[in-house]
């Protein structure tokens, strides 16, 4: 578990790990990785959970980062992910083991997350765009609307969500664990897909139940910063993950969509600089142009995109010399 600047959720879901979860306390390590608050949360949660190995990061290294450091100290043959704005269903823990002991080729189990009340879906499935934007179908329907099928069918899936998730931790580590370019977002659709590539499933297991108040963590970040990330980690996972074949084609429209979605998201004209439409008073053409934060962000996005390039290119090297799988059938 990692906690930035939110002591509360915390440790309301450390005691609810330690009081409702239904799985021998010898064998459940509890980490939780404080990622240089600097609110006096560490303190805090030291006094709260004293049986909790505490790891105090010496700077913010986003979920990716601070996930990564935890695995640094687990001891278990599985690492288990849980946000802190979420609480565990009484066989969360229980469900997923009981995946991963009874069928060796599942490399990861996707928990069932509704939200806080349990009366909409936050995720129960991942599925992936052709221009490689992830998502979680059904995500803030009602649970009465979503048929059982979909609900409580265990299934293969692309990604888990990170916010609940199982993973064997010999293999988690084996790949690197969660790409910690990313800071947050799209860290688990890129795990989800590396493993897919190399053979791995991912698995639903809707008996492995959270309950989350969705991006509870994120209170008070604009959204701006939020969309940001999610473009530049969607073309980094896509770079990533796709064949040659299918990135050629695939990111020059996905870069020419980012810029749609960024002139619409803004409200921009996108016409206005045609020559056909220049002004009478010339001295126009030299007045500020208003650009709204939601629109500049996934504008910067793809040049940050582009400045994580450089490394990219072993990483993608790693994930296609390991690949044993096409694209998932399930991405759309």
């Not at 240089?36 to 290294?61: F, K, M, Q, T, Y």
């Not at 979503?146 to 888990?160: E, I, M």
């Not at 969309?227 to 969607?234: M, Q």
Request: aromatic content about 8%; charged content about 30%.
């Amino acid at each position: 578990m990692v906690n930035y600047r939110g002591a509360d959720d915390t440790i309301t879901c450390l005691r609810a790990l330690r009081s409702e979860v239904d799985y021998p306390a010898d064998r459940l390590q509890v980490i939780c990785v404080d990622n240089a608050s600097g609110d006096g949360s560490a303190e805090r949660l030291r006094e709260a959970a004293p049986d909790v190995e505490l790891v105090e990061a010496p700077e913010n290294l986003g979920f990716a980062g601070g996930c990564n450091l935890g695995v640094r100290h687990a001891r278990g043959e599985v690492v288990a992910f849980l946000n802190n704005d979420a609480r565990p269903d009484r066989d969360w823990v229980r469900a997923a083991v009981a995946v991963l002991r009874a069928e060796p080729t599942v490399g990861a189990v996707a928990s069932k997350v509704l939200d806080w009340e349990g009366r909409t879906v936050d995720f129960v499935d991942g599925g992936l765009t052709w221009f490689g934007m992830g998502y979680k179908r059904h995500a803030g329907q009602p649970v009465d609307a979503v048929s059982p099928d979909q609900l409580d069918a265990p299934r293969d899936v692309l990604f888990g969500t990170g916010s609940a998730m199982f993973v064997r931790a010999e293999l988690f580590r084996e790949l690197g664990g969660f790409d910690e370019r990313y800071f947050m977002f799209y860290e688990d659709v890129d795990l989800g897909w590396r493993l897919n590539l190399r053979g791995w499933r991912v698995r639903y297991e809707p008996r492995s139940l959270t309950f989350h108040r969705h991006h509870g963590s994120m209170g008070g970040v604009h959204s701006a910063r939020e969309f940001y990330l999610l473009e530049r980690n969607a073309l980094a996972t896509l770079y990533k993950n796709l064949s040659d074949e299918s990135l050629a084609k695939v990111l020059p429209a996905a870069l020419a969509l980012a810029v749609r979605r960024a002139t619409a998201r803004g409200e921009l004209d996108a016409t206005q600089l045609e020559i056909t439409r220049r002004p009478a008073d010339r001295s126009e053409d030299d007045a500020p142009v208003a650009l709204s934060r939601d629109a500049l962000a996934r504008v910067l996005a793809i040049d940050q995109f582009v400045e994580l390039l450089p490394p990219l290119p072993e990483s993608r090297r790693v994930d296609q010399s390991s690949r044993v799988r096409t694209t998932p059938t399930w991405s759309r």
